[in-house]
């Protein structure tokens, strides 16, 4: 073998050992490093901070508890579906939406054609209070993370990448003022709306 050939790789092989034991860095064979160094927090910025958080994953979970409560939260949508002779798939998740742990948040989200808008299919959000669960977050479109940002005692949510809803007077109120646009979430209230007066599928 190549004298040269041998000596470039040894040197690599000792750039990867250096880096790796280097904190916050982790050498990836083939696959994504999911390992996320503490020492660059303290360097993002402000705005940063404000568009990033803990995504909420919503799967479908047929048969747990937290399905069958949902669906009773959402039995409306779901008959108005079986009116449409549709099977809807029941998507939730769970989280805690205090800082202290105790309030627990129920993201719900119900697919199928006649409920779903241009916009998407549409998460409402419900906070569990004295044995039971509120609606704090109404039909709300796009992925949904909490943010490490809070106002009182409870995060503040992020929609979409850009639509942050902050806790004000026991619900959450969105802090964008111009996001009510043709194709968004009003359309796909409007929608469901018009699907729960009639019988036929309605197209936006």
């Keep these: 073998m190549n004298r040269h050939v041998l000596s470039g790789r040894v040197l690599a092989g000792l750039a990867v050992l250096a880096l790796s034991a280097v904190p ?41 508890a937290l399905d069958k409560q949902a669906r009773i939260l959402n039995a409306e949508d779901l008959a108005s579906a079986a009116r449409h002779h549709e099977k809807p798939l029941v998507l939730i998740g769970s989280a805690p939406l205090s800082t202290t742990g105790k309030s627990i948040g129920l993201f719900v989200q119900v697919q199928s054609a006649s409920l779903c808008g241009s916009a998407g299919c549409s998460t409402d959000v419900y906070l569990q209070q004295k044995g039971g669960w509120t609606k704090v977050l109404d039909s709300v479109s ?18 979409d990448g ?12 969105d802090t964008l003022v111009a996001t009510d646009l043709p194709g968004f979430k009003t359309s796909i209230r409007r929608h469901q709306a018009a699907m729960k007066k009639s019988g036929h599928p309605v197209s936006e």
């Design 142 to 159: 796009g992925p949904i993370s909490l943010l490490p940002t809070t106002h009182g005692i409870m995060k503040d949510i992020l929609v």
């Design 24 to 64: 916050g860095h982790a050498a990836t064979h083939g696959k994504a490093s999911t390992h996320k160094s503490s020492a660059h927090k303290g360097h993002a910025s402000k705005g940063t901070a404000q568009q990033s958080g803990d995504p909420v994953v919503m799967i479908s979970q047929p048969g747990s």
């Design 162 to 173: 850009s639509d942050r809803w902050i806790w004000k007077k026991g619900t959450y109120t």
